[in-house]
């Protein structure tokens, strides 16, 4: 039997950027640019957070083939992971030195080990809830392509490679917390938790960056901060439908039908012979969802 489902696939792309990243390299405006620093500042703490709680599972797993996809789930996490972090010194730490430092999320790892303590298995019910978040946001970035229209190819191109992955392996976390405990309490305590680190943690690298473009004394930085996540057409307001999805007691991340805006970039990627060629793919102006 194959290592990896084969439904779920780890692509190990390489993404170089120039040293010469614009500063406001999102549609060189501050407000998304922001937003998205912010984002690729945590994005490899969280898929460090899931690899090192799923790979727990994989001794206890007596489904085959929940045990692939999780080995595939794995894999993928550790290239998201590694990409991110290797994108962070072209596009943010070169304008931003002051964010130039390890985000932890201490706090959640402290309450997290407290939970553990009495419920053993509560890490994979926060694995499930930061993977919902993951998967919800790539529906929206494929959805909506408009959110990358003015960005160049070689920045968006990673944010559409991680996109496609977090939507091929959605399922996995959850049903490995499923397989393990599956208290619905546990499972919104989690997804509870899990929103407060995030909607938290996501004020301090803007207010920074904000400071460091001595742009955190006007009202109006503010406003197009807020305008770009929660306006008519704004990044969290457009997730709020499918978050709150997760509450319901027979939630499962299947029920989120939205194969189709991966099928053609995943059919597409599996005839290239190698990476580089996947790489320019993805770069490529071509609107494949």
Do not use: C
């Amino acid at each position: 039997m194959d290592k990896y489902a084969s439904h779920i696939t780890p692509r190990a792309i390489k993404f170089m950027l120039s040293d010469n990243t614009p500063k406001y390299w999102h549609s060189h405006m501050a407000a998304p640019t922001y937003t998205f620093n912010t984002l690729a500042l945590y994005l490899p703490i969280l898929e460090r957070m899931v690899v090192l709680s799923l790979k727990q599972s994989l001794n206890n797993l007596p489904n085959m083939v929940l045990k692939q996809e999780v080995q595939s789930l794995i894999a993928q996490e550790a290239y998201h992971g590694s990409e991110f972090a290797k994108m962070l010194p072209s596009l943010v730490y070169q304008h931003y030195p002051n964010l130039n430092q390890k985000y932890k999320f201490k706090f959640l790892g402290a309450l997290a080990f407290s939970i553990n303590k009495v419920l053993p298995n509560f890490h994979y019910a926060l694995s499930a809830a930061g993977e919902h978040f993951t998967a919800i946001s790539a529906d929206l970035f494929l959805r909506r392509p408009k959110i990358f229209e003015n960005v160049a190819p070689e920045y968006s191109a990673i944010w559409r490679w991680h996109a496609i992955e977090e939507i091929e392996h959605k399922t996995v976390a959850f049903d490995v917390y499923q397989h393990f405990s599956g208290n619905y309490i546990q499972r919104i305590l989690a997804m509870i938790i899990m929103t407060l680190v995030f909607s938290t943690f996501m004020f301090k690298p803007i207010w920074l960056m904000m400071r460091h473009d001595n742009e955190h004394r006007k009202l109006k930085a503010y406003k197009e901060v807020f305008k770009y996540q929660w306006g008519k057409r704004g990044l969290w307001r457009g997730l709020l439908k499918p978050y709150f999805f997760y509450y319901h007691p027979r939630f499962h991340p299947k029920k989120i039908k939205n194969d189709q805006l991966i099928k053609k970039w995943t059919s597409a990627l599996s005839k290239q012979e190698n990476n580089q060629s996947r790489l320019a793919l993805l770069q490529a102006n071509e609107k494949l969802f």
